[in-house]
C-alpha cells in the first residue's frame, strides 16, 4: 500500500507490523489503565504500618479474686426454704420468704429471716423452738430449695440467667447453660459486684490444665463468652469472606483460601499477605502461596482476627475486565487493513 503526498508523490510503504505493535501496546497501556483502577482503590496496608490496636485480653492471675473466701448466703424475700429438724423427719416444712421477710412455720409461728445467713436463722428458729418447750437443744438445718434473686446471669454466645444459691463453680454454670457453643473463645469474662476490674478466665485447650480454670460462682455475676474471632479474606479471592474459627480446631491458610472459594484468576499468589495482631501492634507477614501449595513452604496456622490479603496483577485484572478482548479486536482490524 503507498501513501501519497500532499503534491500526490510517492511517501514509501507504510509498515503495517510497526504501526500495528505501536496500536497494541497503545491499548495494553489503556487496559493498565482502565484495569489497575478498581485495584488501586485497595492496594491493602503499608508495609510499615505498626497501627495500634486494642490490647489482647490478659487472664487474671490473683489468687484474692480468682479463689475468695467462701460467702455466706443471705435469705431474701421469694427465696423458697426447706426447714430440717435432726432425729425428726416428720418435720421439714417447705415455706417461701415473703415480701415481709418472714416465714410461717408450724409449732413456731412468724419468724422474721430476711437478711439473715442460714446459719443465723438456724439459730433463731432453734431458739425459738427451744423457749416454745418443743424441743429441748434443737438441731435445725435449712437448704434453700429456690432462690429467684440468686442468680448468675450468661452473655455473648450463651444466654441465660440460672440460680446459683451460694457458691458453684464456673464448669457447673456453664453446663447448667447448655455447655459452651463451638463457637464460644476460651477466654471467658466475670463480671461480680464489688470488683472494679473484669475477671479473665482462660478455660484453655489443655484438660490436665484447665482445672485451675473451674473458679467459684457467685449469685450476681455476669458471665460474658466471647466469640472465638474470626478470620477475614479480602482482594482477589473469588468469596471474600468472614470465616469464623471454631474452638480447638486450627485454621490454615490453604483451609480458609479454599473456603472463599479459592484466589481469583487476577491474585499474585506470590504476595500474599497475613496482617496479624502481635501484642499491640499489626504487622504484616508475606506468603507464597504458589510455594504453600507446591509443598515447597509450610501451611501457615492463622489466629483470631488475622486478615488474609491476595493483591491483585494488574495485567491479569485488565484481561479479565476484557482488555484482551480490545486488544485482539485492534490486532484483527490491523491485520485486515494490512491485507487491502
Known amino acids: 500500500m503507498r501513501l501519497r503526498t500532499k503534491h500526490g508523490s510517492s511517501s514509501g510503504t507504510l509498515r503495517p507490523f510497526y504501526g500495528a505493535t505501536g496500536l497494541i501496546t497503545l491499548t495494553i497501556l489503556v487496559c493498565f489503565a482502565t484495569g489497575s483502577k478498581g485495584w488501586a482503590q485497595f492496594s491493602g496496608p503499608a508495609l510499615s504500618s505498626n497501627a495500634t490496636v486494642n490490647e489482647p485480653m490478659t487472664p487474671t492471675t490473683d489468687p484474692a479474686i480468682l479463689y475468695p473466701e467462701g460467702r455466706d448466703v443471705h435469705l431474701m424475700h421469694g427465696d423458697l426454704i426447706t426447714v430440717h429438724l435432726f432425729a425428726t423427719p416428720d418435720y421439714a416444712p417447705v415455706v417461701r420468704v415473703g415480701l415481709d421477710g418472714s416465714v410461717q412455720l408450724p409449732l413456731v409461728g412468724d419468724v422474721h429471716v430476711e437478711g439473715l445467713t442460714l446459719a443465723e436463722a438456724e439459730s433463731l428458729i432453734a431458739r425459738r423452738m427451744e423457749s416454745a418447750g418443743m424441743y429441748r437443744n434443737p438441731q435445725v438445718t435449712i437448704s434453700i430449695t429456690e432462690s429467684p434473686n440468686q442468680t448468675v446471669t450468661l452473655s455473648g454466645e450463651m444466654h441465660g440467667v440460672l440460680p446459683v444459691a451460694g457458691s458453684r463453680r464456673l464448669y457447673d454454670v456453664l453446663s447448667a447453660g447448655g455447655g459452651l457453643p463451638v463457637t464460644a473463645s476460651h477466654m ?152 487491502q
Request: charged letters at 20%.
Open 188 to 339: 471467658i469474662t466475670i463480671n461480680r459486684p464489688g470488683v472494679p476490674q473484669p475477671i479473665i478466665v482462660d478455660l484453655g485447650n489443655n484438660p490436665a490444665t484447665s482445672a485451675k480454670a473451674n473458679v467459684p460462682v457467685f449469685p450476681g455475676d455476669t458471665i460474658v463468652i466471647s466469640n472465638d474471632g474470626v478470620v477475614y479474606l479480602l482482594g482477589a479471592f473469588k468469596t471474600p469472606a468472614a470465616i469464623p474459627l471454631r474452638q480447638n480446631t486450627p485454621l490454615t491458610l490453604l483451609q480458609a483460601a479454599a473456603i472463599g472459594g479459592g484466589p481469583g484468576y487476577e491474585g499474585r499468589l506470590g504476595d500474599l499477605r497475613i496482617i496479624r495482631t502481635e501484642g499491640s501492634v499489626r504487622k504484616v507477614v508475606r506468603v507464597d502461596v504458589k510455594k504453600v501449595m507446591e509443598g515447597k513452604a509450610p501451611d501457615p496456622v492463622l489466629e483470631s482476627d488475622d486478615i488474609i490479603f491476595l493483591p491483585t496483577s494488574e495485567m491479569k485484572a485488565a484481561i479479565k475486565s476484557g482488555g484482551i478482548s480490545t486488544l485482539i479486536g485492534l490486532a484483527s482490524i490491523l491485520v485486515f487493513a494490512a491485507k
